[in-house]
């Protein structure tokens, strides 16, 4: 059974900087891809980056591109979301969850039944 468990949210000032951390159970975190998602208040879930699993390729939604950084830790089983320059308008839940990536999804809506409980990240001042 594929986990995940999100952590690393919290309240930040615009322009500040969180790590957000996703660790997983369950399976080989080596040969899967990996993907970063928010939802704001009233919105759809928005995919924000994703790493592929074999070479590590990277994707980003162009909103966040040259902020965020994804990367990963097989050894720990563990993928991360540096987030750097924060802006308000990015409070959402964050989700982890593994999934193909693809640049054509990256910053549109993105449908899927497993969430699990996300980590808040609010900015604000």
């Known amino acids: 059974q594929l986990q995940f468990v999100e952590s690393g949210g919290g309240l930040v000032q615009p322009g500040g900087s969180l790590r957000l951390s996703c660790v997983t159970s369950g399976f080989s975190l080596g040969y899967y891809a990996i993907g970063w998602f928010r939802q704001a208040p009233g919105k759809e879930h928005e995919a924000v980056s994703c790493?592929?699993?074999?070479?590590?390729?990277?994707y980003y939604a162009d909103s966040v591109k040259g902020r965020f950084t994804i990367s990963r830790d097989n050894a720990k089983n563990t993928v991360y979301l540096q987030m750097n320059n924060l802006k308000a308008e990015e409070t959402a839940v964050y989700y982890c969850?593994?999934?193909?990536?693809?640049?054509?999804?990256?910053?549109?809506?993105?449908?899927?039944?497993?969430w699990g409980q996300g980590t808040q990240v609010t900015v604000s001042s």
């Open positions: 969850a593994a999934v193909p990536c693809s640049e054509a999804t990256m910053g549109g809506p993105y449908e899927y039944n497993y």
């Open positions: 790493i592929s699993g074999i070479d590590g390729t990277t």
